[in-house]
Nanobody, 123 residues
C-alpha cells in the first residue's frame, strides 16, 4: 500500500522554526511532484508549497514566500518543509501529498495524502 507519513510538527513560539518531514512508502515518487497543504479548524485546506520531480522547480503560497523552503531527497523518497519566522497564523495541520503534475497548487491533482502533523505557533 502507498503511504505518506508526516512528522516534525509541534509547538513553537512566534519567530521560531520547525522542519517537517514526509516519508513515502509503497512505491517510488521520484517522478511525482510533492506538495504541502495545511488546514486550520474551520478553514479550507490551502496550498503551502510544492516541489517537482525536477528538484529545481518549486512553488510557494504568497503567505509563506521567503519564510518556508521545500526540498526533497529522491533517494530517500522523502520531502521536507523548513519553516522559519513562524507566525501564529501558520498554526494548522500540515499534510503532504503526491501529484502527477509538477508543483501544482490544485488539491484535486494530488493522488496520495498523508494524515497530517500538527503545527502550533504561540504569540
Amino acid at each position: 500500500q502507498v503511504q505518506l507519513v508526516e512528522s516534525g510538527g509541534g509547538l513553537v513560539q512566534a519567530g521560531g522554526s520547525l522542519r517537517l518531514s514526509c516519508a513515502a512508502s509503497g512505491r517510488t515518487f521520484s517522478e511525482d511532484a510533492l506538495g504541502w497543504f495545511r488546514q486550520a479548524p474551520g478553514k479550507e485546506r490551502e496550498f503551502v508549497a510544492a516541489i517537482g520531480w525536477d528538484i529545481l522547480t518549486t512553488a510557494y503560497a504568497d503567505s509563506v514566500k521567503g519564510r518556508f523552503t521545500v526540498s526533497r531527497d529522491v533517494a530517500k523518497n522523502t520531502v521536507y518543509l523548513q519553516m522559519n519566522s513562524l507566525k501564529p497564523e501558520d498554526t494548522a495541520v500540515y499534510y503532504c501529498a503526491a501529484s502527477p503534475y509538477t508543483t501544482t497548487m490544485r488539491a484535486g491533482s494530488y493522488d496520495y495524502w498523508g494524515q497530517g502533523t500538527q503545527v502550533t505557533v504561540s504569540s
